[in-house]
Structures are given as C-alpha cells and as structure tokens.
T-cell receptor
C-alpha cells in the first residue's frame, strides 16, 4: 500500500451543502495533489499543495478550495455542492512537485 | 486535440496473449510519463515510469518517442490479474507546468481464462 490515507470513504450530501475531505500523505512526502474522477473518466487535476502553499490549480471554480498543514496533511473543501460534483475524489502525495505521485483510496462523494 | 489520448478499448484477450496500449500527448514540453493501472472502484496505482530509453519490468515494457509524442505499454504473457483499466499519464500540462498529472481516459483490459 502507498501509505496515503483519506477520510471519509463515502459521503452523501445534498445540493447546496458544503463538504470537507481529508488526506494524510505518505511519510517523507511534502506535496499533495487532489483529483476528481467522474465515472468512466480519468482523474482531473484540481490543485496541488507544496509546503502549505497552493502550487498550481486546474480548471475548477473557486468553490473548490484547499489547505495543507505543517505535517503535510491536506483538506479539500467544496462549497455550494452541485449534482455534477458527485465523483471519486483522490488525493496523491509525492516527494516533491514533479515526482511520481501515489494515490490514496479516495472518497466517493454523492450529491443528491 | 486532447492533452492525453489513449486507445478507447475495451480489450478482451485470452490468458497468455500479448497486448499493447498506445497513447499520444499534445504538450511537447511534458517532462515525465507514467502508466498507472486502476482496478474497478479503486485508486490508480503506479505501474511504471516511462524513460526515453525505454524500460522493462518483468512482463511489462514501456516505450517513449518524444519526437512523435507517443507512449506505449506492452504486456506479455497476460494473466487474469492484469485485468484492469490502464491509464496513460503525463506530468506537465498546458504551459509546461510540471506540477500536475494529466490522465488519459484509460483503456479497459479484460484477460479471459
């Protein structure tokens, strides 16, 4: 296993609500990236955090936000949930930005 | 043109067959290349990095052609346990940024007994 953990495993929310997903990176890794994977698609990059700063962002609206903590764990926050936000949310950690990334098991979010 | 494009599949092969996956990428400034495998409803797992000289890991061989912006993965003597979706992944999206992985849509492989 990669050593990357995520919580919760599954989550059901109602449209308009807010959600926080959590990720603990692999020991020794200081970079965390978040991806959204819709059914039948490859993962789409949301953003990356390196040493507690956002290091890059994909094509996602500002209601997707994140944090990285001094221990390199991270949170993904999504406000004003929409039905299309239903997806598997994956966290990946790496030794440094640009290096190989290792994924956690994901959080499956369902928005009703 | 999509940033990373793969064979749509699916591939259905018998045990012991050789199967090849092809992938092209659009950003010539891309720096790193990978193949990940993803089992149904699980996270992607790194299968192998792809180097310019080509590299082999047991039954798996990966090739990179930077001039053609083409990546391949060959699986020899396929096993039932190879059944999964194979994702072609490029590090370095639009503008040459190296911080994100860009994934292809994936190719589903089913190995049959």
């Amino acid at each position: 296993e990669t050593g990357v953990t995520q919580s919760p495993t599954h989550l059901i929310k109602t449209r308009g609500q807010q959600v926080t997903l959590r990720c603990s990176s692999q020991s020794g890794h200081n970079t965390v990236s978040w991806y959204q994977q819709a059914l039948g698609q490859g993962p789409q990059f949301i953003f990356q955090y390196y040493r507690e700063e956002e290091n890059g962002r994909g094509n996602f609206p500002p209601r997707f936000s994140g944090l990285q903590f001094p221990n390199y764990s991270s949170e993904l926050n999504v406000n004003a949930l929409e039905l299309d936000d239903s997806a598997l949310y994956l966290c990946a950690s790496s030794f440094w930005t640009g290096f190989e990334q290792y994924f956690g098991p994901g959080t499956r979010l369902t928005v009703t | 043109r999509k940033e990373v494009e793969q064979d749509p599949g699916p591939f259905n092969v018998p045990e012991g067959a050789t199967v090849a996956f092809n992938c092209t990428y659009s950003n010539s400034a891309s720096q790193s290349f990978f193949w990940y495998r993803q089992d149904c409803r699980k996270e992607p797992k790194l299968l192998m990095s792809v180097y310019s000289s080509g590299n082999e890991d047991g039954r798996f061989t990966a090739q990179l052609n930077r001039a053609s912006q083409y990546i391949s993965l060959l699986i020899r003597d396929s096993k039932l346990s190879d059944s999964a979706t194979y994702l072609c992944v490029v590090n370095g999206g639009s503008g040459g940024s190296n911080y994100k992985l860009t994934f292809g849509k994936g190719t589903l492989l089913t190995v049959n007994p």
